[in-house]
């Protein structure tokens, strides 16, 4: 069994990797600020949602789980305000087009 559990975490935390890796090329190659944060910020959520999964099996106990989750949750929350705030900021510059 645990050779299952190290298959599941190595397999969730690589794709977790893949997306960050995704999200990064957005940012550097889309053309404006809205289209790179689209693309940043899902990409990152997935990809640390993948990299929570996949160290859940590993922790010690639920607290730290419920911990690894409150983590993510609130990365969730601030990649959703960061983004509002510089998408607001970018259109009220005119560089949405």
């Known amino acids: 069994m645990s050779a299952a559990l190290d298959l599941f975490t190595i397999v969730a935390v690589s794709a977790g990797v893949?997306?960050?890796?995704?999200?990064?090329?957005?940012?550097?190659?889309f053309p404006d600020a809205l289209t790179r944060l689209h693309a940043l910020t899902k990409a990152d959520n997935l990809g640390?949602?993948?990299?929570?999964?996949?160290?859940?099996?590993?922790?010690?106990?639920?607290?730290?789980?419920?911990?690894?989750v409150a983590v993510w949750l609130l990365a969730l929350l601030a990649s959703?305000?960061?983004?509002?705030?510089?998408?607001?900021?970018?259109?009220?510059?005119?560089?949405?087009t």
Request: aromatic share 4%; net charge positive.
């Open 18 to 29: 893949v997306f960050f890796l995704a999200g990064t090329v957005g940012l550097l190659r």
């Open 80 to 96: 959703a305000v960061a983004s509002q705030l510089i998408a607001r900021v970018a259109r009220r510059a005119g560089q949405s």
């Open 48 to 68: 640390l949602g993948l990299i929570v999964l996949g160290l859940l099996p590993r922790v010690d106990g639920v607290q730290a789980g419920l911990k690894l």
